[in-house]
């Protein structure tokens, strides 16, 4: 299948990769030295796009381009190179407030759908370190700043209605992105679709189940319906632990293509619902012998605390923010600027934060469901190599997930997520 | 104060329409003869446009075109030319489904922000019309499909949500007539600003407690949010009874240059809310001896009958487009096609109407609150002379439509309101 590109774009590779760096005076610079003393390495181990490590004698960089297709897939799934621009822009927007919390950027090129920026080392994906026990004491509070400021800042409750629809216009064009999430997560696990995966024939009957179970379809079309009729907050649109780069000292938050605004509960239920399948996916490395940097039990209670102390972090943060910057049109500050009106207002921000945290539940739960009977897997479970082990790690997982999707209200706050991840992980299975 | 407009832009006068007109050969064909035989009247009472009718011996028309400023307010007070085009978009977009609600749309001209479309007659302003006491036996059914056709068929229940999100981006460019709505109704009648006005002093008591009544603030917001973060549907925007014009055979709705995507409750509530406030009027039309057609009471009774029959027939079609035609994104057909799912999205379909209803009635009492506290008054309640009586319809409807925002929840279905509406109004006030 042939793809037709705009002209001026044609896919890099490593000597392109040197002479579309070298054409850019600021970057010439940064790297030093002549063009042919840079190393080029291609490391793209995503599903979609194309990066290049950049390293010269005085620094480094990276580019990210697009590609025409999914890149997991080739030429048959195209995918619209247009996702580069809306990562570069959500990088922006979301670079204003989180500062170091993302890669800087340092140039975007719009007819090669190409963003460089900052070099990560010696950070590592989160998810890998976690599936070798790996602690990252900062990473509870960089995610909940992260999802604080971009949650908040981005939003009608920091800015004035005019600047979010300008925003909410531009971002409505990354449609082909917003479909895979539509399909693959809301969709797709629920019904027969070649496209799906799962551990077969050990998860067969679960699968059926879930293919028959009206009240979950239809707490998850709620969900979805959410997902594509609600403009809260510029979101990430893909924020698991695959799109965190970490050292134990330092966080980043990288690749943003699936930005769009949206309910910020996505970005919240991503965040504790890939916590919770690594949680689940422990007993599978514990029992296979794999080594771990910490004690797998131990492990486990730090994933849980970090889900605590990611959510008590980001509502306290959120909180903050509302409070001392709650300059939006959201909740007006002059219509509740009196005594009785700041009290009434401090109420109604610990009730949004529970209907939020309401929210974020339900999205964890569809997140962690799609990992297991959908597409695209997480290495979490999937090195999990017995498929005996691996399925009871993602039948209790499941089980947990379900609870999340059909009986959000009934969690009324984090730890009763904690405390029920801990029983069903206890219970024989 | 000058104002910048585009080149090819100058407001009209009645002999330049006459020359735009004609320089549109279908439109000269339509109206036939030479120009000089037609006659042009200027006839736009409303707050912010030109409106001209144009004659001809075989045929008419109506152009209307955008000034750069309010005209209720002068230049003093700009408002872009762009909301033409936003209103000739609404109604391509709704004329798809709702045939002859709307007036036939002939041409726009996107450099003069004109739209030329069919001329009504003998149709009049409904408001006008409910003063005089007039009974529109088709209203009820003509607005309920009205409102069934827009509010399902341009939502991801009928639609793809690409095809929503490309809609979805053009609306939010409306961004100057949403923030009107924003400012006018969810937030100046809540506190003190020059703009408003309200019958004085007699409801100066009235007017200070909504000020200090920090829930109903609260309540107010979490209505403004729903408006600034949904985008559900295509909403007319401003659907009013002075959006209606109609004979008692016939009914349009017009002027939906407020329109953009947002929650299906706002124009369901503006159709209830200003019902309700006709209902509370009568009672003052009465009182001044303000002839009817119908007797007052008989008139009252026909009014809460509207109500009722509109939501009743809203419902009602809604679920048959859902039914029928719920080929979207949302609630995806295949996943409830088997036997248990189709009933368990029935029952869904029923309680999904029970929440509408409720966002309908909030948005109901925002509608009534700024009629009587804001900038922009009804002249229902604006006809009644004395402002004694013209006040005591006012406290009335003021107080189910306070009602109407704070205890949503406690009305189940619409005969609870129009029968708490029948308390309100017999009460002592």
Sequence with gaps: MQLQTPEGYHPLDEAGVKAFVAALPSMSQRLGGEPTAWSVGEVGDGNLNLVFL???????????????????????????????????????????????????VYHYDPEMFAIVMEKLSPHIIMRQGMINGVVYPKFASDIAEYCAQTLFKTSTLYLPAEEVKQRVAVFA??????????????????????????????????????????????????????????????LHGDLH??????????????????????????????VIGNLLINYFAQDGHAAEGRPSETPRAEYQAWVLETVEAFWTGFRARFI???????????????????????????????????????????????????????????????WIEDPDIRA??????????RELVLETGSFNDITAVTRRAREVAAAAG
Tied chains: 1, 2.
């Design 54 to 104: 950049v390293d010269g004698p005085d620094g480094s960089c990276c580019v990210k381009q697009s590609l025409p297709y999914v890149r997991l897939v080739g030429p048959d799934w195209p995918m619209p190179l247009e996702r580069a621009f809306f990562e570069h822009e959500c990088m922006v927007d979301h670079g204003r407030h989180v500062g170091r919390l993302i890669p800087e």
């Design 173 to 234: 064009g990354n449609t082909e992105l917003c479909r895979i999430t539509e399909d693959l997560i809301f969709t797709d696990p629920y019904r027969q679709n070649e496209r799906n995966r799962w551990t077969s024939p050990q998860l067969d009957p679960v699968k059926a189940a879930f293919e028959a179970d009206s009240e979950l379809k239809l707490a998850i079309s709620r969900l979805k319906l959410k997902f594509m009729g609600s403009t809260e907050a510029l």
């Design 241 to 270: 632990t695959g799109s965190v780069m970490l050292t134990p000292d330092d966080t980043r938050i990288i690749d943003p293509e699936f930005a769009f605004y949206g309910p910020r509960g996505f970005d919240l239920g991503a």
């Design 320 to 382: 903050e923010f509302w409070e001392a910057e709650g300059t939006g049109d959201g909740y007006p500050h002059d219509l509740f600027a009196d005594e009785a009106g700041r009290s009434a207002l401090a109420e109604e921000r610990e009730r949004f934060m529970d209907v939020l945290l309401h929210d974020a539940l339900g999205f964890a739960g569809a997140k962690m469901i799609r990992r297991i009977l959908g597409l695209a897997h997480n290495i979490d479970l999937e």
């Design 392 to 401: 009871k790690c993602e039948r209790k997982c499941l089980s947990l997930a």
